[in-house]
């Protein structure tokens, strides 16, 4: 092999790893690695939240998540693939898990609460399955939870005067005593998924 075929190659290996690191900190943000990439520590995620349960009407914390082990997705309704698809992931995890299910929270948090009512998000959610706990709240309540949670969320507005909602894909994974787990990515293997919810219970004792 000459010599400028060999430099060729290795000119071609940069921009391969160049791109590559290019897209990792383009898409981390959607695939909830956005705490990684700003050095936060695990420990800093997680935190005190008050919003409103959609199926039930009633004010909650993160006081009546305690005891369980939990499982947040940060989302909302008009979302076109990546909150569909996790919710439906998110039931097949539900059915899998049979009896094992009553011992996680699943919840589903939206990033657009003035699009989310609490009538929208629980007819949604509740589609899917209702044991799916979907929470809302004022613009506030969400903004301390998605900030608590290192969790990333911007509205985009569109040409036609809308707006979508550029959100974290990842589903967060809170011990018992709410401090954080992991997280599952999104489109991440279902037997990947399965043994990390698997070990989330064990962390309850």
Same mark, same amino acid.
């Given at each position: 092999?000459?010599?400028?075929?060999?430099?060729?190659? !290795?000119?071609?290996?940069? !921009?391969?790893?160049?791109?590559?690191?290019?897209?990792?900190?383009?898409?981390?943000?959607?695939?909830?690695?956005?705490? &990684?990439? /700003?050095?936060?520590? !695990?420990?800093?995620?997680?935190?005190?939240?008050?919003?409103?349960?959609?199926? /039930?009407?009633?004010?909650? &914390? *993160?006081?009546?998540?305690?005891?369980?082990?939990?499982?947040? +997705?940060?989302? +909302?309704?008009?979302?076109?693939?990546?909150?569909?698809?996790?919710?439906? *992931?998110?039931?097949?995890?539900?059915?899998?898990?049979?009896?094992?299910?009553?011992?996680?929270?699943?919840? +589903?948090? &939206?990033?657009?609460? *003035?699009?989310? /009512?609490?009538?929208?998000?629980?007819?949604?959610?509740?589609?899917?399955?209702?044991?799916?706990?979907?929470?809302?709240?004022?613009?506030?309540?969400?903004?301390?939870?998605?900030?608590?949670?290192?969790?990333?969320?911007?509205?985009?507005?569109?040409?036609?005067?809308?707006?979508?909602?550029?959100?974290?894909?990842?589903?967060?994974?809170?011990?018992?005593?709410?401090?954080?787990?992991?997280?599952?990515?999104?489109?991440?293997?279902? *037997?990947?998924?399965?043994?990390?919810?698997?070990?989330?219970?064990?962390?309850?004792?």
């Amino acid at each position: 092999m000459n010599t400028v075929r060999i430099i060729r190659y !290795v000119a071609w290996a940069a !921009v391969v790893v160049l791109l590559g690191v290019i897209g990792y900190v383009s898409f981390a943000p959607m695939l909830g690695l956005k705490e &990684t990439i /700003t050095n936060q520590g !695990v420990a800093s995620i997680g935190g005190p939240f008050t919003l409103v349960d959609a199926s /039930t009407g009633e004010t909650v &914390t *993160e006081a009546d998540f305690k005891g369980k082990p939990s499982a947040y +997705f940060f989302g +909302f309704t008009f979302c076109p693939d990546v909150c569909p698809t996790t919710l439906a *992931e998110t039931q097949q995890w539900l059915q899998e898990l049979g009896p094992d299910a009553d011992k996680i929270n699943f919840a +589903f948090v &939206t990033v657009d609460p *003035e699009r989310d /009512t609490a009538e929208v998000l629980r007819d949604y959610v509740g589609v899917f399955d209702k044991r799916i706990h979907p929470l809302t709240g004022s613009r506030e309540q969400i903004d301390e939870i998605i900030r608590n949670y290192r969790v990333y969320a911007r509205k985009v507005p569109l040409d036609d005067g809308d707006y979508t909602m550029d959100h974290s894909a990842a589903v967060y994974l809170m011990k018992p005593d709410n401090t954080f787990f992991g997280t599952i990515a999104y489109g991440e293997n279902p *037997e990947n998924a399965m043994a990390k919810l698997r070990r989330l219970i064990d962390t309850a004792g």
